[in-house]
């Protein structure tokens, strides 16, 4: 198995940009990424996660976090904004013969006491791997707003942990669904 990272820091203050290359196959990755009560298996930053509801996720879709940063635990509520199954991509230019790599993405809104967050994860076929391009874009609320530049290191390393989880997660072994042993998902 191969894996590599890309090591791209905050964008802006708040914008966390970062990638993952996993060996799995497209759709079982889009599903288990999708469905946000599987953070607790490869993000640091996640105590517990839970689903609102049972079924298949879809739009609507909402989840229960218990997040830690920088020491301090806070609950957030994920809203699945948006949902686009594995499906082939356009053609790259017009003239170019048959369609792109096959990709998914998936959007979720994130609602706390403190924070609001917008995670989007685009989902890329290549070959045996996929390549997960994640974007978590924070903001505080109400007059913590213009602090947000004051913790954007701690947001780096917050990005870099989650993806370096995906990784291990993958890299470990661990099947899709199976569940993770709590020394297993750090």
């Not at 599987?38 to 609102?52: E, H, I, L, R």
Request: aromatic share 8%.
């Amino acid at each position: 198995s191969s894996f590599c990272r890309s090591k791209m820091p905050v964008v802006k203050s708040g914008v966390i940009v970062d990638s993952a290359t996993v060996t799995g196959k497209l759709d079982e990755v889009f599903e288990f990424m999708g469905d946000f009560s599987n953070s607790v298996k490869w993000d640091p930053g996640v105590k517990s996660a839970t689903p609102d509801q049972q079924g298949k996720v879809k739009v609507g879709s909402s989840f229960t976090l218990v997040t830690v940063f920088n020491g301090e635990e806070s609950l957030m509520t994920y809203e699945v904004s948006k949902w686009e199954p594995p499906h082939a991509a356009a053609a790259a230019a017009e003239g170019t013969d048959g369609a792109g790599p096959r990709t998914a993405m998936v959007e979720l809104k994130g609602d706390g006491a403190k924070i609001r967050a917008l995670d989007t994860m685009i989902f890329t076929e290549q070959g045996d791997t996929v390549k997960i391009d994640y974007t978590a874009d924070l903001s505080l609320k109400s007059f913590r707003r213009p602090f947000i530049v004051l913790i954007s290191k701690s947001l780096d390393k917050l990005g870099k942990d989650a993806m370096s989880g995906i990784e291990n997660f993958y890299k470990h072994g661990n099947k899709l669904g199976a569940d993770v042993a709590a020394g297993d998902a750090k």
